[in-house]
């Protein structure tokens, strides 16, 4: 249990928890990872019977990560020490865990949310559209997100590497556990209204954004690939239609005003899709996501040479562009020019020409990130190379002897 000024709820919920594993025959403890209590939690906690662990940094990721880390059990369950879950109520998911989950998540929406218990904006806005946001990027069948009562198997989770100090923890724990394929499960929990009079740690704006802005950076996908596509193909169909004259739909005409605006989207498109490859290609190299496939073959066939070969064409086509408008330009004896059909030449052009810098660069940066993938392994020691010399010259001396024994 993170713990941070609980005086009014610690003790109850340790005593509740102890009696748990009393009344089911189990072997357990109850953690408080206290992260700077001034009002006497941790005494309160340990006459209860609780061991205590400091935790100094400060932030709820921060507790939890340390009370799980100082944990001695196989399995361990998290809940906040504010009264609102009821730890007695934690059999089912220990009976998931001995039959092979990793994580069991509880599910506050499905077991029942007592009044008073969640504000209205969590729990019709903040918490089903962050939920929502998470299955749809991670493709997880988790229904609450961020029920704060899981279990879990400490292993599996100390494995994920989690880093995230706050609250965007919760989110953290399930995303990356997803990812990696784990057995997650769900039970129904119940959710009262806490025991303390003080204001809850939770701010909704800030640590809502905390949540969504975790959520968008470890999906690329969502992040940058999937609106990149939806850009260029906009830019791409609409740049086309336009290059070869004003297109009408009813009333309305669209001219090269539209046109240069189709460039800027195929621009910007482009340039979340090499972002969405970049991303995915530093993550999986530093293990922050897992690995791709379809990445890697992506990644194999993307080769500095192709790419720069791939870019030089693009800055030919666009070049010759803007060698046609600049002959064009001469035929008006370099005067003024009407843009409906100038801008028609110099816009396709010029933005080929930014699309070739940029399959440069991004080839150019993928290399630089496969010359460390592909760094050397680490010499050996001269200690050790000094241990071999010594052993070759012992097994030549004892087969030489051998043969003299033979002979």
């Given at each position: 249990m ?13 005593r ?7 009344e089911h ?23 209860a ?14 507790a ?20 609102s ?9 220990l ?73 965007e ?22 959710l ?10 939770l ?6 954004w905390?949540h969504?802005?975790?959520?968008m ?11 990149g ?6 830019g791409?169909?609409?740049?086309a239609?336009l ?7 009813g ?17 910007i ?5 090499i ?11 530093e293990?922050?996501l ?29 070049l ?9 330009w001469?035929?008006n ?15 396709p ?10 399959v ?19 010499l050996s ?5 000094a241990?071999?010399v010594v ?5 030549k ?11």
């Amino acid at each position: 249990m993170p713990c941070l000024n609980e005086a009014e709820t610690v003790e109850i919920c340790v005593r509740k928890t102890i009696a748990f594993f009393d009344e089911h025959g189990i072997d357990g403890e109850v953690v408080i990872a206290d992260n700077g209590s001034t009002d006497g939690s941790q005494q309160l906690a340990r006459d209860a019977g609780a061991r205590v662990v400091p935790v100094s940094e400060k932030g709820y990721g921060n507790a939890l990560m340390g009370g799980i880390r100082a944990a001695r059990g196989r399995y361990v369950a998290m809940g906040d020490a504010d009264d609102s879950y009821d730890f007695a109520t934690l059999m089912p998911f220990l009976e998931d865990l001995r039959d092979g989950a990793d994580l069991v998540m509880g599910n506050r929406f499905k077991g029942g949310i007592a009044p008073g218990a969640m504000p209205g904006l969590h729990r019709y806005l903040g918490n089903p559209v962050l939920s929502f946001v998470g299955r749809l990027f991670f493709r997880s069948k988790i229904g609450d997100f961020h029920c704060g009562l899981r279990a879990f198997r400490k292993e599996s989770i100390v494995r994920l590497g989690l880093q995230t100090g706050g609250m965007e923890f919760a989110s953290e724990m399930v995303v990356k556990a997803t990812l990696a394929k784990y057995d997650i499960r769900e039970q129904p929990t119940t959710l009262s209204p806490d025991g303390r009079t003080r204001a809850p740690h939770l701010s909704t704006w800030r640590d809502g954004w905390r949540h969504l802005r975790f959520l968008m950076l470890y999906s690329p996908r969502w992040l940058f690939l999937i609106p990149g596509l939806l850009l260029m193909t906009l830019g791409l169909v609409a740049g086309a239609a336009l290059s070869a004259g004003p297109v009408r739909v009813g009333d309305i005409a669209f001219d090269v005003d539209t046109l240069v605006g189709a460039s800027a989207m195929l621009v910007i498109g482009f340039q979340a899709v090499i972002f969405a490859l970049l991303t995915k290609v530093y993550a999986m190299e530093e293990g922050f996501l897992p690995h791709d496939k379809r990445v890697q073959k992506i990644i194999d066939w993307w080769s500095l040479e192709r790419g720069l070969v791939i870019g030089g064409l693009l800055a030919v086509a666009g070049l010759v562009g803007l060698v046609a408008s600049l002959l064009h330009w001469k035929l008006n004896n370099f005067g003024e020019l009407d843009p409906r059909h100038s801008l028609r030449l110099v816009v396709p052009s010029a933005t080929g020409l930014i699309m070739s810098f940029q399959v440069v660069f991004a080839s150019l940066f993928i290399s630089i990130l496969d010359i460390r993938r592909r760094s050397h392994p680490p010499l050996s020691d001269p200690a050790d190379e000094a241990a071999d010399v010594v052993d070759a010259a012992a097994h030549k001396v004892a087969s030489e002897q051998v043969d003299e024994r033979a002979s």
